[in-house]
């Protein structure tokens, strides 16, 4: 069984700072792309950033500039460092990865997180 955890959301400040953590468990073989989406109340969710196996990043022009994904592969972890964080960011962000379990031949799958709260206060 894999699972995607989300963790280091919370209340900030405008202008603050967060840093959100997704980490993957279970029997997995590889990960290839992960990527991080928000959503706000009454909206659609949106992407965010992503970063592909080979440390490929992109980012939506929103928050480009303010933030950076990051993947460490050792520990199945991917990251979203938020910086000038504004009030327009607040959403509930969700890690998202296609995996190759560890039991399947070739296939991959998609996986979401529960996801995690952030909410900044102007």
């Known amino acids: 069984q894999v699972q995607l955890v989300e963790s280091g959301g919370g209340l900030v400040r405008s202008g603050g700072s967060l840093k959100l953590s997704c980490a993957a468990s279970?029997?997995?073989?590889?990960?290839?792309?992960m990527t991080w989406y928000r959503q706000a109340p009454g909206k659609q969710r949106e992407l965010v950033a992503t970063i592909n196996s080979g440390s490929t990043t992109n980012y939506a022009d929103y928050v480009k500039g303010r933030f950076t994904i990051s993947r460490d592969n050792a520990n199945n972890t991917v990251y979203l460092q938020m910086n000038s964080l504004k009030p327009e960011d607040t959403a509930v962000y969700y890690c998202y990865a296609i995996i190759r379990p560890v039991q399947a031949e070739t296939s991959t799958y998609q996986y979401w997180g529960q996801g995690t709260q952030v909410t900044v206060s102007s």
């Open positions: 279970g029997s997995i073989f590889s990960i290839y792309t």
